[in-house]
Each structure stands twice: as C-alpha cells, then as structure tokens.
C-alpha cells in the first residue's frame, strides 16, 4: 500500500481508498469516479497521489476546447519526457494515445476538474466510455480517475452508455 505523505493531515480513508485503487493487481482496466463539494481537499489528495505514483495528473481549466486540448497535449509530452507537446488534431486522438501510454507504462491518469473538459467538449464523456470498453475488451491495464465537483456531471459517468465498467469504483 502507497504510504500516505506527511503533508496530508487525517484523511486516512480516503488515502486508503486512493491507494487500492492504484494497486495494480491484474490487466483489466479500472475507472473511478472522486466527486464532492468544492473546497474539500480532493485536489490535494490526488495530485498528491500522483507525485507519489509517478501518475499523470492534468488539471483542466475553464478553457475553450482548443485551449484544453493543447494544455493536455503539453502535460503529456512532459510526463513521458517528449521534447515537444503532442499534437492531436482533436480529443478523440488524444484520449487513444492516452490509453496507449497508460497501458505501456501502466501509469495511473488523473484528469482533474472533468466537468470543464466535458462543459467544452460534450464528446468527451463518450470517448472515454469507448476506451474504457475497448481496455476491457483487450484486457489493457488502464487506471483512470475523474474527479469533479459538479455533482450533477460526475453523477452521471460510471454509468455511461454502456454501463460501469468491471473493476469501476466510486469515491465520493
């Protein structure tokens, strides 16, 4: 189990719950959901998460989609060591190479603040859902965690179009 950092004072279950859920304990892929009022230290949890477990984090912002898009390109280039943003002529792009190289490096993905992404790219919640059963198809060790604080957003993606995906946890 992932020791929890000194920096976080309490939080004990919830770092417990973080910490299994990275636990990599077979190939099929594995989707949460971290949701709850604003101000409540998700933010601090896991980007904390993710500087212990070497995890991509991308924390969106209230950005156009464009905007979003080559901020994401350049947090990935600079978390597999690229010398140069990647280049994705649109999400769906960069979500597949985002599997990719989560399942080759068999790194966890953090997307912070999902509901701005999917506010300017309403796609995004279905492209991911077709990943996610594409990895549970092809057995991939994807680990993806969404987190959010529009309850009304976040409330809606485990179920998805096709379901919960085996091995999906809510944290909430």
């Not at 529009?150 to 485990?158: D, Q």
Request: hydrophobic share 40%; aromatic share 10%.
């Amino acid at each position: 189990m992932i020791a929890k950092p000194e920096r976080i004072f309490a939080r004990d279950y919830e770092w417990q719950c973080l910490a299994r859920f990275v636990e990599r304990t077979g190939t099929r892929p594995k989707f949460g959901v971290v949701s709850g009022r604003r101000r409540q230290g998700k933010t601090f949890l896991l980007d904390s998460l993710a500087d212990e477990t070497g995890a991509f984090y991308f924390g969106a912002t209230e950005a156009t989609e464009t905007e979003s898009l080559h901020m994401f390109a350049a947090a990935l280039a600079e978390h597999v060591g690229a010398p140069a943003p990647f280049d994705f002529p649109g999400w769906d792009h960069a979500i597949k190479q985002l599997f990719a190289i989560s399942a080759e490096r068999r790194d966890l993905v953090v997307i912070d603040e999902f509901p701005y992404l999917s506010k300017v790219t309403p796609a995004l919640p279905s492209i991911i859902q077709r990943e996610i059963d594409r990895a549970v198809a092809t057995e991939s060790p994807v680990s993806l965690l969404l987190r959010g604080s529009a309850m009304s957003v976040m409330g809606r993606l485990p179920a998805g179009a096709a379901g919960k995906p085996p091995g999906g946890k809510r944290m909430g």
